[in-house]
């Protein structure tokens, strides 16, 4: 079983930035994608950033240019740098990841979500 834990997460002013983590530990083969999502009060759920392997990164347009998504494969983390944030990026985040175990079961996991707060 894969467990995602999530970190970063807090309140900021508008313009400022927080950096997410997202650290997968357990028995893992291989992660095929690393991905963000939020949900803010009232709303689905969207898709924010993904990382393929191999792939090509997707940024919903709502972030692009303001928010970078990245990963340490050797630590099986994925990271969510966020810069010139704005009021309406406050959500609780959630990384989702993607793969294989040893066992070579596919599995896709969701971290527990962390809150992020943007006050104008």
């Known amino acids: 079983q894969v467990q995602l834990v999530e970190s970063g997460g807090g309140s900021v002013q508008a313009g400022g930035s927080l950096t997410l983590s997202c650290v997968a530990s357990g028995a893992i083969f291989r992660i095929d994608n690393m991905a963000w999502h939020r949900q803010a009060p009232g709303k689905q759920r969207e898709l924010v950033a993904s990382l393929p392997s191999g792939g090509i990164t997707y940024y919903a347009d709502s972030v692009k240019g303001r928010f970078t998504i990245s990963r340490d494969s050797a630590k099986n983390t994925v990271y969510l740098q966020m810069n010139s944030l704005k009021p309406e990026d406050t959500a609780v985040y959630y990384c989702?990841?993607?793969?294989?175990?040893?066992?070579?079961?596919?599995?896709?996991?969701w971290g527990q979500g962390t809150q992020v707060t943007v006050s104008s």
């Open positions: 989702n990841l993607g793969g294989q175990l040893p066992t070579m079961r596919w599995f896709n996991d």
